[in-house]
C-alpha cells in the first residue's frame, strides 16, 4: 500500500473520530446529513435511526476491527491502547498481548536510527517511515507505517507489511549484480581468449602472407594459401563471437560518417570475384541511381552485413546467379529509407525451418552443417546488427529454388564530400626517414613486424615490453610507437600512460591489439594512444595511419 492510500485511510479514521470527539454524528449509513445527535441539549432523531451515536460507534468499531489493514492506537508514552487482527497478525501477538506492550518494544536495534525514530513516532505524533521488528515467532520484519496524532494524549497508525516486496527486491538487486559480474567476467574472458587466439593466427597469417610474396612452386603456393585461407576463415569466427558478445552486452555502437555508398558496395563485392568465378556463377548488382552519392551512416557495418549475406549466398548456391539489389524506397528533406537484398538460387530453405535461421549456433538442418560447414553465427548477428539500427530485416525462401535476404535501414543525406582513401604512395626520401618503436613481447610476432618495416622501407628498433619502451624512447629519438597491449613487467596502457603523464611526450601512438572489445578499444583512446590497428595486421592499413600520423599536412 503506498502513502496515499495510508493517508486516505487515515483521513477516513479522523473523520470517525472527529465526529465522536465533538457528539455530532453523521449518519453515514442513510447518508442524511441533518441527523445527527448532540449531547448539549438538541435532540434530533432520524426515524430511520434511533440511536445515531450508537450506529456510528458500532460501524467504527466494525470498521476496526474487520479492516484488513493493520491499525494501532498508542499513547504518549508509546503504550499500545488499541490494535485491530490485521495488526496482531503481523507482529504475530494476540491482540491483548499488543495491548501490553510498548512501541519500543517492537522496533528492534538494528533498525537504523532507532531512537530518533521512536521520538518522532510518539512525540511528533507525525511521521511516514519504516521500521524493523522481530515477530513473536522470530521473524525479522520491515513495516511501512502512517502516524497520525489525534489528540494530544495517542495517535493511530496504519501500517503495511513491506517485508516480501523488501526481500524481493534485495533478492533482484542481488540477481542484478550477479548478472552483471557475469557480464564482465564474460567480456574479460572473451577478451583474454581474444589475445592468446590472435597471436598466433597473428604470425600464420602474417608469414603466409610473407611467403606468398617468395618464389614457391604451384604446389607450395597451393599449400600456403590453404593454411591463409583456414586461418582467415578462423578469424571471421571468433570475429562473430565477439561482435555476438558485444551486442548482448549492449555495447554495440554505429558509426556516423560520410561515405559512397555505391562505392563502398562495389569494392565489398569485389573481395567474391574469385569465388564467383570458381563456382562459375552469375552476379548480377542492381543499383537505384536515385540514391544520393554521399550519404551519412555506418560502411563498416554495412560492410559487414552485406558480407555475410553474399558469403552465404555464394555457399549455398552451386549453379545459377547471385542478385545484388539496392533500391531506394522512402525519401524525404533529411535522409533517405533504402532496401538491401541479396537473391540467389541456392538451395533454399523450408519455410517452417525459416524462424530457425536467425538464432544463435542455429542452421535450417543438421545436414546443412555437415555439409556446408558455418557456426550460424552470422545471421543472427546480421540480424541484430539490422535492428540496432532501427532497420528490419526479412527472408524469403523455397527449398531446392533459392533464397532472398533483404533488410532496410534510413541514411541522413549530406552535402559533405568523401575524401578518397589514402593510397600507399611511392617511397620518398622524406617517408623512408621514419624511426619506429616496436614495442612487442612475442619474439614471432616481432619478426613478422621487423619484416613488415623493412617492406615498408623504414627504421625500425623494438622493446620486449613497456618497460624496455620507456628506457629506449628517454635515450634515442623515434617518430611514432608501435604499442602490443597485453606484455609482461609493464603493459602498454601502463607506458603509455607512463609516456603522456610522466614524460609529458605527445609522440604518436598505435595500438596492436588482439583484443578488439569496445572495453579495451575506449582504454585506449582514454589513455592517449592515438590509433589502433587489430592483430592479425592489414599491412596497408598500418602503413595508412603510419603515414598520417607521422606527416600531417
Known sequence: MENNQLENRIKELERELSILKSGRVESLI??????FYTPNGDHSYNSKVENPLNESEERFKLIFEKSITPIMVADDKGNYLEANKAAAEIF?????????????????????????????????????????????????KIVKYKAVRIKPDFNVSIMMDMTEQKNIFEELTKAKIQAEEAMNSKQQFLSNMSHEIRTPMTAIIGFSKVALKTDLTEKQKEYITAIKTSSDALLVLINDILDLAKVDAGKMTFEQNAFEMETNISAMLQLFDLKIQEKNLECIKEY????????????????QIFLNLVSNAIKFTSKGKIIISVRIIDTKEDNVTIEFAVSDTGIGVAENMIPKLFESFQQATSSIARQYGGTGLGLTIVKKLVELQGGTMSVKSKLNEGSTFSFVLSFQKTNKVVESELTIPELIPEIKKIKILAVEDVPLNQLLLKITIDEFGFEGDFAENGKVAIEKLQSDTYDIVLMDLQMPEMNG?????????????????????????????EKCRTIGMNDHVAKP???????KKIVELVIKP
Not at 442513510?30 to 441527523?35: A, I, T, Y
Not at 610522466?502 to 604518436?508: A, F
Request: aromatic share 6%.
Open 288 to 303: 537505384d541511381k536515385r540514391i544520393p552519392k554521399v550519404l551519412i551512416g555506418d560502411s563498416v557495418r554495412l560492410n
Open 537 to 543: 595486421i592489414d599491412e596497408k592499413l598500418l602503413y
Open 493 to 521: 596502457l601502463e607506458a603509455t600512460e607512463y609516456i603522456r603523464k610522466k614524460m609529458n611526450s605527445k609522440i604518436p601512438i598505435i595500438a596492436l591489439t588482439a583484443d578488439v572489445t569496445m572495453e579495451d578499444l
Open 30 to 35: 442513510l447518508g442524511n446529513e441533518s441527523s
Open 92 to 140: 504475530e501477538y494476540s491482540v491483548d498481548e499488543l495491548l501490553c506492550m510498548n512501541v519500543a518494544d517492537l522496533i528492534t536495534i538494528s533498525t537504523p536510527n532507532a531512537a530518533s525514530l521512536f521520538e518522532d513516532y510518539i512525540i511528533k505524533g507525525e511521521e511516514t517511515g519504516e521500521f524493523g521488528f522481530v515477530s513473536k515467532n522470530g521473524t525479522a
